[in-house]
């Protein structure tokens, strides 16, 4: 599709829509900390554009430029006053998170300045993270005697290994957007001035890909991450057969074979 298109907007959580990519953008001043009423708002905006068909790509940022999310609300995790709440807090956030990771559409954060404790659990679930040339990445819940909840001793293993993620959760120390990229928390560090540029860029490429096909293979990443290789191969084996029943696979063959580009349908 092309022009704009508006998706519902809520207090801190606005989207638009423009030629197949959602731009989702978290405005909480001064340094975007996420609430619970945030985490709801998240959750509803990306329950919206996993079932809408003219969305592609999504990519997330945050509005200001003091920090990109400086974390989760320490106000509210003061006033948690049992272990049946603080558990109640983590599945919520937990599960908001698992619904960005999990979707069939590929995701990317475009992130900028200081993006520490629930703000790096946040984006770690993010299929792909674009960081400019001054972010920074940490897990400080230590400091406070706390733990992550949100996911940071989970999905920051799988990303940097285990020996890296100890280091960062034990420590609490905060990594720049290049000690980031070296070992794996992130794909690409940009001049911040071209943060945005470069991330709709690379959104762009993406969504001139078959919808089908790019729906089938996060299917495959995404599951098969959570299972064995045998039965990850077993899966992929089944959503290539899927595939292959779509207008896309054979509109891509022939433009191949012809020497053109292809004119993908998302069929």
């Known amino acids: 599709m092309t022009g704009k298109v508006r998706m519902t907007d809520y207090q801190y959580v606005k989207t638009k829509i423009e030629d197949r990519i959602a731009v989702v953008t978290l405005d909480n001043p001064p340094v975007n900390i996420l609430t619970s009423n945030i985490m709801e708002e998240l959750d509803k905006t990306f329950t919206e554009l996993n079932s809408d068909d003219t969305v592609k790509v999504i990519v997330f940022t945050t509005a200001g430029t003091n920090a990109f999310i400086a974390g989760a609300d320490i106000k509210e995790i003061a006033q948690i006053d049992s272990p ?9 956030g937990q599960a908001v998170l698992n619904k960005i990771e999990n979707s069939k559409k590929t995701n990317i954060a475009a992130i900028h300045g200081i993006c520490v404790g629930g703000g ?10 674009v960081a400019g040339e001054r972010a920074r990445f940490g897990q400080p819940e230590i400091n406070l005697g706390i733990i992550p909840g949100f996911g940071g001793t989970q999905r920051l293993t799988r990303l940097v290994g285990l020996a890296k993620a100890r280091e960062l959760n034990l420590t609490g120390d905060v990594i720049t957007a290049q000690e980031a990229l070296r070992v794996g928390l992130v794909n690409r560090v940009v001049p911040d001035g071209e943060l945005m540029k470069q991330t709709l860029g690379l959104a762009k490429k993406i969504a001139a890909k078959s919808r089908v096909a790019l729906e089938l293979c996060e299917e495959a990443m995404c599951k098969g991450l959570t299972t064995s290789l045998a039965d990850g191969l077993n899966l992929e084996a089944e959503l290539f057969a899927k595939v292959a029943a779509s207008q896309d696979m054979k509109e891509g063959l022939k433009a191949f074979l012809e020497k053109r580009q292809p004119k993908f349908q998302d069929k």
């Open 120 to 129: 790096n659990e946040l984006v770690m679930a993010f299929h792909m993270r």
């Open 84 to 92: 049946d709440k603080a558990r109640l807090l983590s599945k919520k």
